[in-house]
């Protein structure tokens, strides 16, 4: 499998994973499952809070990690490009047949 097949894998996942918890976590909420009383409403309270703020914080930087990807492809695209350029003797690199 490729880098980039895997990369699109991973984040895919990653995502799934991270709905599942929220899905998860809303349901055991909604059921009273997690609440016995008021310090451990509290707590749950407070872990959902910050895991959708944790949440919140990634997705802002989402767009700068997905720039770095993009340009991190398009450098290996080049380079890939290139060497089959030189490779079949259409550069200035000395690699091909003529």
Known sequence: MGVVTST?????????????????TSTLQNANLLTAGTDEAQAVGNLSSNFTTGIG?????????L???AVVFLFGALVMLIRNAQFMGIGGGGGGSL
């Open 8 to 24: 699109i894998y991973g984040i895919g996942g990653l995502i799934i994973g991270t709905i599942v918890i929220l899905v998860v």
């Open 57 to 65: 914080e990634v997705a802002k930087k989402l767009p700068t990690i």
């Open 67 to 69: 720039l770095i990807v």
